[in-house]
């Protein structure tokens, strides 16, 4: 018992590691075996936990196997391990498992089985398997009675926010008896991820005068949908907030303020935000850099992110999209290869296809288109939309209609269905006034359901519109065929207008 109690003691410092860099579990448990204390369920807990703290997942699961009597502790324990490693599979098979022993769980066992951290496969893929085996555990949690308690809850809450489920989400946090900040947080967290800004802002409301107080992760969410949404005003109230609150020095909320100023052009307020951060991470200099960028302040960019290299601060793929952003802008071409082949290089960062679009957006401005395609074809990214997307908006700044039809076969045979690439290549033939290819469009019969009407208006002020909720690209070429023939090309929109 004694020698239990001084390794459980020894154990509660197990994560850290000793001298040489090894964790210190490594060096308790083989004493645990020689005292007979390791099949010890309490020991046992401590070791796994130790262990998976440790990030030695295969380590930790030995320990588990090896304990003849589990318990409900160490069962959290192991399913935890494997949550906070991404690995959902696993820890779903463990719940089954541990439920066919006769535990039917705890708050702890399913808040920790849903609080997934990180991507073991593809996000796509990772998403789908954390919704179809979350909703199956919601289900379990109801029939426990568990849905009751606000940690489980939330947790629910976050996973069905991770997997872009608003509805669930918020259905999960209406039912909710008790509601902490971490509740709200997490719905407000999932609204502003999903681009509805405004709503997260009317649940930032209800949240004060629900009496919960907001903190330093409510105001950085917030901040970051102002961001998004444009919103100025937001963004200037909002920190004066935070200083009233204290809050400005947190780190999240003054990366995010940067953010928010500088995608709404003040870029003396970001810049002084930046200033006044006292020890900045990567996520600060990379909004900065990203901010300039935004704003078209190229030079600014590129000298902030070459002082930000200087400090010895590892860059990763976000920071250097901001910088290749930027000279993608300005037109920088000698600047942005340079730092495409620092990336590849030094840093051994591969590419990301919005990597390739940035430098296929800066030699379209440039004029390159012929090397812009040679660039596409020779990385290989013919498949990927956001590419070919950079390079049709290139062709269409250039009014290449050649490389431009090249372009749209590409994405109409990559996303046949998806409306936007219609807009996109109608919007170039537009804008070069070939009105007779954009009529040809109409055979690929796309559907744009969600359009209530077109509109074409001639520079002669008349315009025509085609009504009804099942407008058609057929019928969008139509309009514009027929303004075509009638000598009266001039400016159109694609946006739903008042019926007449």
């Not at 107080?213 to 961001?227: G, K, Q, V």
């Not at 040679?374 to 250039?398: H, K, P, Q, T, Y």
């Not at 796309?446 to 025509?464: A, P």
């Amino acid at each position: 018992m004694r020698r239990a109690a001084a390794l459980l003691r020894l154990l509660h410092v197990g994560a850290s590691a000793d001298r040489r860099g090894r964790p210190i579990c490594t060096r308790i448990h083989p004493l645990a075996i020689k005292s007979g204390s390791g099949s010890d369920a309490r020991v046992a807990t401590a070791l796994a936990d130790a262990y998976a703290k440790s990030g030695l997942v295969d380590h930790a699961r030995r320990v588990f196997d090896e304990t003849p009597h589990k318990d409900q502790m160490l069962w959290n324990v192991m399913i935890s391990c494997y949550s906070s490693h991404g690995l959902v599979r696993e820890a779903w098979e463990l719940l089954n498992s541990m439920r066919r022993s006769g535990f039917s769980g705890d708050g702890f066992t399913f808040s920790a089985l849903l609080s997934v951290r990180s991507c073991s496969t593809s996000c796509f893929d990772h998403a789908n398997l954390l919704l179809l085996l979350g909703s199956s555990a919601h289900g379990i949690v109801i029939r426990l009675g568990l849905h009751l308690d606000v940690v489980v809850a939330t947790a629910l809450l976050d996973m069905y926010a991770k997997c872009g489920q608003v509805s669930e989400a918020s259905r999960v946090f209406d039912a909710m008896v008790l509601r902490n900040t971490i509740s709200w947080n997490a719905i407000i967290v999932c609204y502003g991820q999903q681009g509805r800004g405004k709503e997260a802002f009317d649940l930032f409301v209800w949240m004060m005068r629900d009496g919960c107080c907001p903190d330093e992760l409510t105001l950085a969410s917030l901040l970051s949908s102002c961001a998004d949404m444009a919103a100025a005003n937001e963004a200037t109230q909002l920190h004066a907030y935070t200083v009233k609150r204290g809050l400005q020095d947190f780190l999240q909320v003054g990366n995010a303020l940067i953010m928010a100023y500088g995608k709404n052009g003040f870029v003396e307020e970001a810049t002084r935000t930046f200033g006044m951060i006292h020890n900045p991470d990567l996520v600060t200099w990379s909004s900065m850099v990203s901010s300039f960028a935004y704003l078209g302040l190229a030079k600014n960019a590129i000298h902030l992110f070459d002082r930000m290299l200087q400090q010895g601060i590892q860059a990763d793929g976000i920071a250097f999209l901001g910088v290749l952003s930027a000279c993608s802008h300005a037109g920088l071409i000698e600047d942005g290869f340079k730092y495409f082949l620092l990336m590849m290089r030094d840093y051994k960062i591969d590419p990301t296809p919005q990597h390739l679009a940035c430098l296929v957006d800066l030699l379209g401005r440039a004029g390159r288109i012929r090397d812009a395609y040679d660039f596409v074809v020779n990385m290989s990214c013919e498949s990927d939309v956001d590419v070919i997307g950079a390079f049709l908006g290139a062709c269409r700044m250039r009014g290449n209609i050649q490389s431009a039809k090249w372009a749209a076969s590409r994405l109409f045979s990559l996303k046949p269905n998806d409306p936007i690439n219609y807009l996109l290549i109608s919007n170039t033939y537009a804008a070069s006034g070939a009105w007779s290819d954009l009529a040809k469009l109409s055979g690929l019969n796309l559907t744009l359901g969600y359009c209530q009407s077109f509109s074409v208006t001639t520079k002669d002020r008349t315009m025509y519109t085609l009504e009804g909720r099942k407008s058609t690209v057929l019928g969008y070429a139509l309009v514009m065929e027929n303004a075509y023939y009638e000598g009266k090309s001039g400016y159109y929109s694609s946006a739903p207008v008042n019926n007449f």
